[in-house]
Nanobody
Framework: QVQLVESGGGSVQSGGSLRLSCAVSGYGYNAYSSYMAWFRQAPGKEREGVAAIDTDGNIIYADSVKGRFTISRDNAKNTLYLQMNSLKPEDTAMYYC???????????????WGQGTQVTVSS
C-alpha cells in the first residue's frame, strides 16, 4: 500500500510563495525510485500536470508555471516538494502529488495519488 500525503497549501496574495510537500510511504516504495509529479485541479476544470520528475532527476514543467515553480525531492526524507513563487490568482486550485513506477510525465495516468492540498491566491 502506497500513501502520499500532501501539506503546505494555504491562502496567499498574488506574488506570494508557498512550498508544498508530499510525504511518500509504503513497502518498497520511495520518492527516488518512482516517477512523481504534481497536478492541480480548479473547480470545473480538468486535472492539469504542473511538474514531473523521473528517477534520474530529469524534470519537466507545464508552460504556465515555468520559471515560477520548482519541483524537488529529498531522498532522505522520502518527500517530494513544489516550491511556488510569484503566485497568480489563476494558480488557485487543489494540488495533488502522484507517483508510479511507470513514466507518465504530465499525463494524469499515475497509479497513486494523494488527497490534495488547497492553494488559494487572491489578487
Amino acid at each position: 500500500q502506497v500513501q502520499l500525503v500532501e501539506s503546505g497549501g494555504g491562502s496567499v496574495q498574488s506574488g506570494g510563495s508557498l512550498r508544498l510537500s508530499c510525504a511518500v510511504s509504503g513497502y518498497g516504495y520511495n520518492a527516488y525510485s518512482s516517477y512523481m509529479a504534481w497536478f492541480r485541479q480548479a473547480p470545473g476544470k480538468e486535472r492539469e500536470g504542473v511538474a514531473a520528475i523521473d528517477t534520474d532527476g530529469n524534470i519537466i514543467y507545464a508552460d504556465s508555471v515555468k520559471g515560477r515553480f520548482t519541483i524537488s525531492r529529498d531522498n532522505a526524507k522520502n518527500t517530494l516538494y513544489l516550491q511556488m513563487n510569484s503566485l497568480k490568482p489563476e494558480d488557485t486550485a487543489m494540488y495533488y502529488c502522484a507517483a508510479d513506477r511507470r513514466q507518465y510525465l504530465l499525463l494524469p495516468r499515475y497509479n497513486f495519488w494523494g488527497q490534495g492540498t488547497q492553494v488559494t491566491v487572491s489578487s
